[in-house]
């Protein structure tokens, strides 16, 4: 007997490798895997009534930072260059272990209630960032963060490495469903590429991944060059970065030998549309990155520098810039859908147990309401879902097969006490503006 049957769906969007999808479908769930798609009524201990709902696998967000949702509108009409200075000093008056645990909670609640049910977060204070969005519910991928300098959580170099190494032990403390071990250097022009090496070695040692800024601006580029006469990604390249499984955090500025370089050693890329037309950092060549053979999947990046967590904005970007970039004849709804969807798993690492509605696969699945004047006529699934949908259509939401959100509310935190919560903390900045 089935734990869940998902039933009658009007539409299922599976993101397999056929790209289906399907009409008038279940879906049911057992140990918070998929275990039925079909048409039939297999008998199940609960049942959800999907008529007239679109189910979808939950949104993947490929880089973001979820404690900086305390930092909302906090660094207006500036580029990324005036963003850092301004959100540094901010994050220096209040980010504490207990403030980032704090803003990861509001994060990963906006997240899940808008169809998120997987952030890639690099944050300061992970332990305490990821015990926040666990308790939530959200799929968190988190890791160390590496700085040549102390940096506002004050460690050092040697800090850092040593809590590396604890870093599996403490995911595995914390418990919550499952992600990949992370390490994440912050960026070639913040780590030195003798930090960088050490960083790569004991990410191969231990079986870790690695996410990092890289390229994000043409200045950032330049610097780079300047200092060691290589771009970031030959930086990445030439440090034993990329000998280990590697996402790029934006990615806006790669050269064709930059992407190339990629390609060859199977790095991903987290695009953020939104957040570099803010900042005004560029467009990023999201066609030519497929076409290299770089998976792609979408990201928000943080809550101060695109405002909002909402996943289904991103995909309405990421198609409105390839059309601006190259044109609407260029834009693939279906590569836009998966980019938030299979080909983020594969950028981040979980390909093998999320992002698709397939059999054997975790149940991170999100359901959203088409009776509604916008959703109405459905003629094109993928268009709907990148031009009309939105977080607002999104009513419950599993992770692992556990309901999290349920009738557009989480079911395991109140959100008038987390809102007073942060309200209380943010208080702390009013010295600032």
Not at 10 to 18: D, E, G, L, M, P
Not at 45 to 60: M, Q, R
Not at 288 to 297: E, P, S, T, Y
Request: aromatic share 6%; net charge negative.
């Amino acid at each position: 007997m089935l734990d869940l049957l998902i039933m009658n769906a009007r539409y299922a969007v599976t993101s397999n490798s056929k790209d289906e999808i399907l009409e008038s479908i279940s879906i049911g769930i057992q140990g918070g895997k998929i275990a039925y798609i079909g048409t039939e009524t297999p008998d199940a201990k609960e049942i959800y009534d999907a008529t007239n709902k679109l189910i979808s696998p939950g949104l993947i967000n490929s880089h973001t930072h979820l404690g900086m949702s305390l930092l909302r509108g906090w660094a207006e009409g500036v580029n990324l260059q005036g963003f850092l200075e301004r959100v540094w000093a901010a994050e220096g008056a209040i980010m504490d272990e207990a403030t980032c645990e704090l803003g990861a909670e509001l994060g990963a609640l906006e997240a899940l209630l808008s169809g998120t049910t997987t952030t890639m977060d690099m944050y300061l204070n992970p332990a305490a960032t990821h015990r926040g969005a666990v308790r939530v519910g959200l799929r968190h991928i988190a890791g160390p963060i590496f700085f040549d300098f102390p940096g506002l959580d004050g460690l050092q170099w040697e800090q850092r490495i040593e809590r590396a190494h604890q870093w599996p032990a403490e995911l595995a403390k914390i418990g919550g469903p499952y992600i990949p071990t992370y390490f994440m250097p912050h960026s070639t022009y913040t780590d030195s590429p003798e930090n960088l090496t050490q960083v790569a070695a004991l990410a191969k040692e231990l079986g870790a991944r690695i996410h990092l800024h890289v390229s994000e601006t043409e200045a950032e580029n330049a610097d780079v060059q300047l200092r060691y006469g290589k771009s970031p990604t030959e930086v990445c390249r030439d440090t034993g970065i990329l000998d280990v499984p590697t996402i790029f955090g934006h990615g806006v500025h790669l050269s064709d030998s930059d992407m190339a370089i990629a390609a060859s050693k199977g790095t991903s890329v987290g695009h953020c549309p939104g957040s570099n037309l803010k900042l005004g950092s560029g467009l990023a060549r999201f066609n030519d990155l497929r076409k290299a053979g770089i998976a792609v999947g979408l990201g928000t990046d943080s809550c101060s520098s695109s405002n909002d967590l909402d996943m289904f904005s991103v995909m309405r970007i990421a198609a409105h810039v390839v059309a601006l970039r190259q044109s609407p004849a260029d834009v693939d709804l279906t590569a836009i859908v998966r980019a938030a969807t299979i080909e983020a798993a594969k950028a981040v690492g979980l390909a093998e147990r999320i992002g698709s509605i397939e059999i054997g696969k975790e149940a991170d699945l999100i359901a959203l309401d088409l009776h509604a004047a916008h959703l109405t006529p459905v003629h094109d699934v993928n268009a709907l879902l990148v031009f009309a949908a939105g977080r607002g259509d999104v009513t419950d939401v599993w992770v692992a097969g556990d309901q999290v959100v349920a009738k557009r509310v989480s079911t395991k935190i109140d959100l008038t006490d987390l809102i007073s919560r942060v309200n209380l903390r943010v208080k702390a900045l009013e010295p600032l503006k």
